[in-house]
């Protein structure tokens, strides 16, 4: 079973960068499809971006795409998020989550493991 714990979270002025980590236990981290959601108050949580394990296909969503990388090094069980020029609408808490199966996988059910959590504040 793979445990996931978020970090980097913060506040950054608009067009600022921030990087989030989540660091994951569990021997079996390289077989699983990692993604990042986020969730901002009074709103549904929305897929931002996923990789395989293999770290040969990502996915994101439009709204993030050109700003946002998501990769992961096997070898020290950890994915990231790299924000870049963030705006105030990505405001949200990120969450980190894990799927047993290779692929990419943007629906936030299909994720079998997710971590607490961590915010991300860009002040308008």
């Known amino acids: 079973q793979v445990q996931l714990v978020e970090s980097g979270g913060g506040f950054v002025q608009a067009g600022g960068s921030l990087r989030l980590s989540c660091a994951a236990s569990g021997r079996t981290f390289s077989r699983y499809a990692m993604g990042w959601f986020r969730q901002a108050p009074g709103k549904e949580r929305e897929f931002v971006a996923t990789?395989?394990?293999?770290?040969?296909?990502?996915y994101y969503a439009d709204s993030v795409k050109g700003r946002f990388t998501i990769s992961r090094d096997n070898a020290k069980n950890t994915v990231y998020l790299q924000m870049n020029s963030l705006k105030p609408e990505d405001t949200a808490v990120y969450y980190c989550?894990?799927?047993?199966?290779?692929?990419?996988?943007?629906?936030?059910?299909?994720?079998?493991?997710w971590g607490q959590g961590t915010q991300v504040t860009v002040p308008s």
């Open positions: 990789i395989n394990w293999r770290v040969s296909s990502t």
């Open positions: 989550a894990a799927k047993g199966q290779y692929g990419l996988f943007s629906l936030a059910r299909e994720y079998d493991l």
